[in-house]
């Protein structure tokens, strides 16, 4: 018997956010908890049992580690709710960066979640299946990488 899937779809999340406009070290740390609840809040009051970050949940590439840590358990105890389950991370625009040659906090949070869980997948590469007739392309770093990707899916 196939199982019921119901998936949950969130995109621009940006935790982590830093903004120094018209704010105080106590105002930026009350709007990064704000974002960090508002973000645990709405997944767990949500039903799906397939969770979809459609890009940017960090809000840059780098973010204070304690926000990474923060993401990871939410998400972890969010995966230990279920027997059965899948958390899919898409890559924004705010998780690459063109000279690669450093890792991001998206990727960090990436790479403890799937080395502990078997149910995240990872699409930061181009045109992939998220489930069923979902598919997703990641942030792509310019126009025309994008529409070759799009060449992809409507084939």
Request: one cysteine or more; glycine letters at 6%.
């Amino acid at each position: 018997m196939r199982r019921r899937v119901e998936i949950l779809i969130v995109n621009d999340a940006h935790i982590g956010a830093i903004r120094k406009s018209g704010t105080t070290p106590t105002t930026q740390a009350g709007i990064r908890n704000y974002l960090q609840e508002s973000f645990r809040d709405f997944i767990v009051s949500q039903p799906g049992n397939h969770l979809v970050i459609n890009g940017d949940l960090l809000d840059a590439f780098s973010v204070e580690p304690t926000e990474v840590v923060r993401v990871y358990e939410t998400l972890s105890n969010w995966i230990s709710w279920f027997d059965h389950c899948t958390l899919t991370l898409i890559q924004g625009n705010h998780d690459w960066n063109p000279r690669g040659d450093k890792l991001s906090s998206f990727h960090l949070l990436c790479h403890f979640l799937t080395s502990r869980f078997d149910c995240v997948k990872v699409i930061d590469k181009g045109f992939s299946q998220v489930d069923g007739n979902v598919w997703a392309i990641p942030h792509m770093p310019n126009q025309d990488l994008f529409d070759m990707e799009i060449d992809k899916a409507i084939k």
